[in-house]
């Protein structure tokens, strides 16, 4: 666990200064783009706001992908789990006639259901017919893609609006702001303590992990691996529809075209540089929601694209993800000539 | 009759760059990679297509310049996966998340635009008039008038069958995949192979690349990929390779992309006949499956 944090930093920084090279080629100055980066996320209160609000859907993907990498199975369907989530919950949202005590829990629960659904049809197809989810999750999430834009360009249209997006939800839907801070931050921080008390605490996390490091062993030891697969596959389904509910219901209130396609891989990325960590995802998810954000007032501010921060996080992921692996190989040496010197001695 | 035609041709514009990434895919798949980033390879080839036909004025150099940026792709996948033993899926995804960052921050830094970038000082691959049989009525119209690129798509699916099961590189190539210590043990270095694999898919990939961006079309756009390297990816694993079968396969989806296009103005909407190719690749991946657990 140490090592990783160790790691992960050592990475991040690595990451850092070669973006810090990259802008210094193109003959930006590093020191003030990254000085803007963080004056318009994590020093400003608006920028905070919005970056913690951002992070929501980078957390709960990264969590589903998370969860899903972790326990063995390449559930890469995140990005369209998260659009039928969010459609679920637009439509109670517009169609559910609810106080706001009641409709909030049925809009996230229709989310949640929405990504269980699409999660779940890949977890059928893989059961019945043994088609990897690895491709199934991947072509779904086109699929879901090009279902919500004829959702939202036909039956669920506005018709006050330019470009496909549905009217805006019930405002008893609305997620309100506490204290300058999205209450959708909330929901993501308690699914975060969730996944990692199933995960690290509970019965069916152990075994889930098992799966993940040996899906053999696990079967032998009297996992019901069947089950758990699909059990997996619902749970991570309902994280990513989680994600597009609260999406929906924090932000713009409606489904508005476009939805979800700038956070498309971002919680596979995320899971991948936690090393399937619910405490790493719930960091890398903040510190890539930070970049993003700061992204935007660094274009204001410097003459640097916004788009370099694309560049940079896959920078942060190839260096940090190979860094780990020759840091374990270099901790591996170092412990080894310590026990030989000590057995010598 | 011009229904057919355009079916036709709208088969092969959408059949060439998943057959050209395929085939690139179907390299590594033997040697033993599980090798995702042909679809950042081949965005990365597209706009390195478009970087060169634009300032080098020639549709040629263009190719050689997308070929070049697909094996800049290359080497990396190789430093990391090869080298760092990095896994190889992950360093296939953020290659990947890579690319579309790359791409979209180059096309905005070098040609000052968002979303797409076109102008007419940017040289198309020319379509070719086979001499000969492009006389010929009716043959004349199905063999020849299509782009360079799809005839070296076709040489590339023959070369690549050749090379895979006739040669001793394919032998190898196989062999890396199939049992890498035996491979080593009879003084082979499997990770040259699996090098010189990733290197032959990177020219794939690039030309799939030039295609996007230079053969029908003479634009790039953010993303224009569009998947395609997944399907290609499917395609490669739904025929465990074989340059005869992903040809075939590509065939198939190069249809189903071209009914897409076809459909466009029907009464269907325009959102689910693009749902097609995508479906077309489950419903082919169901029958493997089917098929696999029968035997």
Same mark, same amino acid.
């Given at each position: 666990?140490?090592?990783?944090?160790?790691?992960?930093?050592?990475?991040?920084?690595?990451?850092?200064?070669?973006?810090?090279?990259?802008?210094?080629?193109?003959?930006?100055?590093?020191?003030?783009?990254?000085?803007?980066?963080?004056?318009?996320?994590?020093?400003?209160?608006?920028?905070?706001?919005?970056?913690?609000?951002?992070?929501?859907?980078?957390?709960?993907?990264?969590?589903?992908?998370?969860?899903?990498?972790?326990?063995?199975?390449?559930?890469?369907?995140?990005?369209?789990?998260?659009?039928?989530?969010?459609?679920?919950?637009?439509?109670?949202?517009?169609?559910?006639?609810?106080?706001?005590?009641?409709?909030?829990?049925?809009?996230?629960?229709?989310?949640?259901?929405?990504?269980?659904?699409?999660?779940?049809?890949?977890?059928?197809?893989?059961?019945?017919?043994?088609?990897?989810?690895?491709?199934?999750?991947?072509?779904?999430?086109?699929?879901?893609?090009?279902?919500?834009?004829?959702?939202?360009?036909?039956?669920?249209?506005?018709?006050?609006?330019?470009?496909?997006?549905?009217?805006?939800?019930?405002?008893?839907?609305?997620?309100?702001?506490?204290?300058?801070?999205?209450?959708?931050?909330?929901?993501?921080?308690?699914?975060?303590?969730?996944?990692?008390?199933?995960?690290?605490?509970?019965?069916?996390?152990?075994?889930?992990?098992?799966?993940?490091?040996?899906?053999?062993?696990?079967?032998?030891?009297?996992?019901?691996?069947?089950?758990?697969?699909?059990?997996?596959?619902?749970?991570?389904?309902?994280?990513?529809?989680?994600?597009?509910?609260?999406?929906?219901?924090?932000?713009?209130?409606?489904?508005?075209?476009?939805?979800?396609?700038?956070?498309?891989?971002?919680?596979?990325?995320?899971?991948?540089?936690?090393?399937?960590?619910?405490?790493?995802?719930?960091?890398?998810?903040?510190?890539?929601?930070?970049?993003?954000?700061?992204?935007?007032?660094?274009?204001?501010?410097?003459?640097?694209?916004?788009?370099?921060?694309?560049?940079?996080?896959?920078?942060?992921?190839?260096?940090?993800?190979?860094?780990?692996?020759?840091?374990?190989?270099?901790?591996?040496?170092?412990?080894?000539?310590?026990?030989?010197?000590?057995?010598?001695? | 009759?011009?229904?057919?035609?355009?079916?036709?041709?709208?088969?092969?514009?959408?059949?060439?760059?998943?057959?050209?990434?395929?085939?690139?895919?179907?390299?590594?798949?033997?040697?033993?990679?599980?090798?995702?980033?042909?679809?950042?390879?081949?965005?990365?080839?597209?706009?390195?297509?478009?970087?060169?036909?634009?300032?080098?004025?020639?549709?040629?150099?263009?190719?050689?310049?997308?070929?070049?940026?697909?094996?800049?792709?290359?080497?990396?996948?190789?430093?990391?996966?090869?080298?760092?033993?990095?896994?190889?899926?992950?360093?296939?995804?953020?290659?990947?998340?890579?690319?579309?960052?790359?791409?979209?921050?180059?096309?905005?830094?070098?040609?000052?635009?968002?979303?797409?970038?076109?102008?007419?000082?940017?040289?198309?691959?020319?379509?070719?008039?086979?001499?000969?049989?492009?006389?010929?009525?009716?043959?004349?119209?199905?063999?020849?008038?299509?782009?360079?690129?799809?005839?070296?798509?076709?040489?590339?699916?023959?070369?690549?069958?050749?090379?895979?099961?006739?040669?001793?590189?394919?032998?190898?190539?196989?062999?890396?995949?199939?049992?890498?210590?035996?491979?080593?043990?009879?003084?082979?270095?499997?990770?040259?192979?699996?090098?010189?694999?990733?290197?032959?898919?990177?020219?794939?990939?690039?030309?799939?690349?030039?295609?996007?961006?230079?053969?029908?079309?003479?634009?790039?756009?953010?993303?224009?990929?569009?998947?395609?390297?997944? *399907?290609?990816?499917?395609?490669?694993?739904?025929?465990?390779?074989?340059?005869?079968?992903?040809?075939? *396969?590509?065939?198939?989806?190069?249809?189903?992309?071209?009914?897409?296009?076809?459909?466009?103005?029907?009464?269907?909407?325009?959102?689910?006949?693009?749902?097609?190719?995508?479906?077309?690749?489950?419903?082919?991946?169901?029958?493997?499956?089917?098929?696999?657990?029968?035997?």
């Amino acid at each position: 666990m140490r090592k990783q944090t160790f790691s992960g930093i050592l990475g991040v920084l690595a990451a850092l200064v070669i973006g810090g090279v990259v802008l210094a080629l193109q003959k930006f100055n590093p020191f003030s783009t990254y000085g803007a980066l963080l004056q318009y996320s994590l020093l400003s209160a608006s920028g905070l706001s919005a970056m913690l609000s951002r992070a929501v859907p980078l957390v709960l993907t990264g969590l589903s992908a998370s969860i899903a990498f972790g326990s063995g199975l390449n559930n890469l369907g995140q990005p369209g789990q998260l659009v039928i989530g969010a459609l679920g919950a637009t439509v109670v949202g517009l169609f559910v006639p609810l106080p706001a005590v009641a409709l909030i829990p049925v809009c996230i629960a229709a989310a949640m259901v929405g990504g269980m659904l699409w999660s779940g049809l890949a977890a059928g197809l893989r059961r019945a017919f043994a088609m990897d989810e690895f491709i199934v999750t991947l072509m779904l999430n086109f699929i879901a893609d090009y279902f919500a834009l004829w959702a939202i360009t036909y039956p669920l249209f506005d018709p006050a609006a330019l470009s496909p997006m549905t009217r805006p939800i019930r405002t008893y839907a609305w997620l309100s702001e506490v204290g300058g801070i999205n209450a959708s931050v909330l929901y993501m921080v308690v699914a975060t303590v969730l996944c990692w008390l199933l995960m690290s605490k509970g019965v069916s996390g152990y075994e889930w992990r098992i799966m993940g490091q040996n899906r053999l062993f696990a079967r032998i030891g009297g996992c019901r691996v069947d089950a758990h697969y699909v059990r997996v596959m619902l749970v991570t389904g309902a994280l990513a529809g989680l994600a597009g509910g609260l999406m929906v219901m924090g932000g713009p209130h409606r489904f508005v075209k476009g939805l979800g396609a700038n956070y498309a891989w971002d919680g596979v990325m995320i899971a991948v540089v936690a090393n399937n960590s619910i405490p790493g995802t719930f960091f890398y998810g903040l510190l890539f929601s930070m970049l993003q954000q700061g992204a935007i007032g660094m274009e204001l501010v410097t003459a640097v694209p916004s788009e370099f921060i694309d560049v940079l996080q896959a920078i942060i992921v190839l260096v940090v993800v190979a860094g780990r692996v020759s840091l374990n190989l270099m901790f591996d040496r170092i412990a080894t000539r310590k026990k030989l010197r000590e057995s010598l001695q | 009759m011009s229904v057919f035609y355009g079916l036709y041709s709208a088969m092969l514009v959408g059949a060439t760059p998943i057959l050209l990434a395929a085939i690139g895919g179907a390299f590594t798949y033997y040697a033993g990679i599980f090798n995702i980033a042909m679809e950042g390879m081949m965005l990365v080839g597209a706009f390195c297509a478009v970087l060169g036909s634009f300032f080098l004025h020639s549709w040629i150099l263009g190719i050689v310049c997308s070929i070049a940026g697909a094996l800049v792709m290359a080497g990396i996948f190789v430093l990391f996966a090869v080298r760092l033993h990095t896994d190889e899926f992950l360093t296939g995804i953020a290659l990947n998340l890579f690319a579309v960052g790359l791409t979209t921050f180059l096309l905005r830094d070098i040609f000052h635009v968002k979303g797409a970038f076109t102008d007419p000082r940017i040289v198309a691959i020319p379509a070719v008039t086979v001499p000969f049989l492009g006389q010929i009525p009716v043959v004349g119209r199905l063999v020849s008038g299509y782009n360079a690129i799809i005839y070296v798509a076709l040489a590339v699916t023959v070369v690549a069958a050749y090379v895979i099961f006739r040669t001793s590189f394919g032998l190898r190539l196989r062999a890396a995949g199939y049992n890498a210590a035996c491979l080593n043990s009879s003084g082979v270095q499997t990770p040259a192979i699996r090098v010189w694999s990733l290197m032959l898919c990177a020219i794939c990939c690039g030309l799939a690349g030039a295609y996007l961006s230079l053969g029908s079309v003479r634009l790039f756009a953010e993303n224009m990929s569009a998947g395609r390297g997944w *399907i290609s990816l499917a395609a490669v694993i739904l025929v465990s390779g074989n340059p005869w079968g992903v040809g075939i *396969i590509s065939l198939l989806f190069g249809f189903f992309d071209g009914l897409t296009v076809f459909l466009q103005g029907s009464a269907i909407p325009t959102q689910f006949t693009a749902m097609i190719p995508y479906v077309a690749t489950l419903v082919s991946l169901y029958f493997y499956s089917v098929r696999k657990r029968k035997a």
